[in-house]
């Protein structure tokens, strides 16, 4: 994770997420100055034992979208890549598909996770959820196994792959089960049979 420093005085850290009132924009700036140094150090010295860095865009931390991973990726040099997990993207509302497009050259590493977002709890509360994970019919989203949080076969993963392929990503895809509905064997299972068939799909096309 990219971290999230605190403001000056603060404790605890504040997730910049609105430019009002007027201070949240200083805080944030506030954020970036305290850790771009700090990943710049790092990216030095995982560059000079030929490691390569791989953050996790998610909510609560700096880079949480495409746009600041490629700040934080300016900033510190091409150490720094991203770990691709759409399941955050999909509750943030960023198209997963877009944002590895975007990041062409700098997905490290993937997480193959879903979310599916339960709308009728949106229209009432937003995507913003606070609720704990086993409150699930109460939540506005939840982390699902494969294919659940896009029924209808393998046709979002087999666009996500082809996305990170041309991407030049051809790497492991990490199947990160946080499903409460399944057991983690069987959550894993059905992941893999729907990974196959939309691997199988590209193969096709």
Same mark, same amino acid.
């Given at each position: ?13 504040? #997730? ?13 700036? !506030? ?26 865009? !998610? ?28 399941? !955050?993207?999909? #509750? ?48 506005? #989203? ?14 979002? #993963? ?48």
């Amino acid at each position: 994770m990219s971290g999230l420093p605190a403001a000056p005085g603060d404790h605890t850290p504040n #997730w910049i997420t609105t430019c009002w009132p007027p201070e949240t924009t200083e805080i944030l700036e !506030h954020q970036w100055d305290i850790a771009v140094p700090y990943w710049r150090e790092l990216a030095d010295f995982a560059g000079q034992h030929d490691v390569q860095l791989a953050l996790e865009m !998610h909510a609560n931390q700096l880079v949480y979208n495409a746009p600041t991973l490629l700040r934080l990726r300016e900033a510190a040099g091409a150490v720094v890549g991203a770990n691709m997990d759409p399941s !955050h993207l999909m #509750w943030m509302g960023s198209d997963p598909i877009q944002s590895v497009r975007a990041l062409d050259g700098a997905i490290y590493h993937v997480h193959a996770k879903d979310t599916r977002l339960q709308t009728d709890r949106q229209a009432l509360t937003s995507r913003l959820e606070t609720l704990p994970w086993e409150r699930v019919d109460d939540r506005a #989203w939840n982390y699902v196994t494969l294919g659940d949080g896009h029924p209808g076969g393998t046709g979002f #993963w087999s666009q996500f792959i082809a996305a990170l392929r041309a991407s030049g990503y051809t790497g492991t895809l990490s199947i990160e089960h946080e499903d409460l509905a399944f057991p983690a064997v069987e959550g894993v299972r059905r992941s893999v049979e729907l990974l196959r068939a939309a691997l199988g799909a590209q193969a096709a096309a």
